[in-house]
C-alpha cells in the first residue's frame, strides 16, 4: 500500500468514525471520492434494506458501516463478523440488536493466526500488511475461528453483504457460493489488487468468480460495469458494488 493510499484510507476511516463524512474533503484535498463513497454507501443500504430484510457485515471493525445500515434499517435483521475479540465486545455492548459473531470469516472452517494491529486495527487481518511497520500499527497476533457464509447463514437470506477484509474477500465469497446463489443480495466490498496478493487472490479471479454467480461490478459510487480487464487495472477505486445482472 502506498503512502498515498494509506493516507487516503486513514483520513476516510476518522471520518467514518466521526461519522462526518465532509470533513474529508476538508482534511485531504484529493478526498472528495471517499466522501462521494461514504454517501454512496448509505444510498445503497437505504436501497437494499427495509422491513425483515437481513444485513450482513464482514470485517465490521467498530462498526461504522454497520450503524448506519441499523439506523437505516431498525426493523431489519443484523449479523455481524469481526474476529478481534475486543471490537466485537463493542459491537455487542453498543449494537446489542446485532447478532455479533467473533468469527473471520474464508473459504473454509477452521483456525488461523491473525495480525491485530492494536494501533491501527483497520488494517488488522488473517495475513499480515507489511507497509504497516511494528511502531505505527503496534501488531499482536491471536489465533481466531474461521468459519464460512454458508456454514454461518445456512437458511438466512441477505439482502446487503458488506464485506471489508483487508484482501480476503475472494476466499470469503467462494466460502459464500451457497447464501449468494440463493439469497442474490447486492455486494458491498473492499477491493485493492495489492492486498489481495497478499492471499495469492487477483482482480480477476474476483471477476470471474461474481461473473460465475452472476453479478455486475461498478465502483460503489455507479461508475461501470467494470469490464474484467478494466477491474483489474482500475487506479483509484478502492471500494465496490457487486449487483444482480437482470435475467
Not at 498515498?4 to 465532509?22: C, D, E, I, L, M
Not at 468469527?103 to 491501527?120: E, I, N, V, Y
Not at 487477483?202 to 454467480?213: H, K, P, R, V
Amino acid at each position: 500500500m502506498s503512502a498515498r493510499s494509506f493516507t487516503r484510507r486513514s483520513v476516510g476511516a476518522f471520518a467514518r468514525r466521526v461519522g462526518r463524512p465532509q470533513l474529508v474533503g476538508a482534511l485531504y484535498p484529493r478526498a472528495r471520492r471517499l466522501e462521494d463513497e461514504a454517501l454512496a454507501t448509505t444510498a445503497v443500504l437505504a436501497a437494499g434494506l427495509g422491513g425483515e430484510s437481513t444485513y450482513v457485515d464482514v470485517g465490521s471493525n467498530r462498526g461504522q458501516v454497520l450503524r448506519d445500515a441499523v439506523r437505516i434499517a431498525p426493523a431489519a435483521r443484523h449479523v455481524a463478523f469481526e474476529p478481534i475479540p475486543s471490537l466485537a465486545a463493542e459491537i455487542e455492548r453498543e449494537l446489542p440488536a446485532v447478532d455479533c459473531r467473533a468469527l473471520a470469516l474464508g473459504a473454509s472452517p477452521g483456525h488461523a493466526r491473525f495480525c491485530h494491529f492494536t494501533k491501527l486495527d483497520g488494517w488488522s487481518g488473517l495475513q499480515r500488511n507489511p507497509d504497516i511497520t511494528d511502531e505505527r500499527g503496534a501488531p499482536e497476533y491471536i489465533d481466531v475461528e474461521v468459519s464460512t457464509l454458508d456454514a454461518q447463514l445456512p437458511d438466512l437470506g441477505a439482502a446487503v453483504v458488506k464485506i471489508d477484509v483487508e484482501g480476503a474477500e475472494l476466499q470469503v465469497l467462494e466460502g459464500g457460493r451457497g447464501v449468494l446463489a440463493r439469497a442474490h443480495p447486492l455486494l458491498i466490498f473492499e477491493h485493492q489488487p495489492e492486498t489481495a496478493e497478499l492471499y495469492g487472490a487477483s482482480s480477476a479471479a474476483l471477476w470471474d468468480l461474481l461473473s460465475e454467480l452472476g453479478y455486475a461490478i461498478f465502483s460503489i459510487t455507479g461508475e461501470g460495469p467494470f469490464a474484467r480487464e478494466r477491474f483489474g487495472s482500475a487506479a483509484g477505486y478502492v471500494n465496490w458494488l457487486a449487483s444482480p445482472r437482470a435475467a
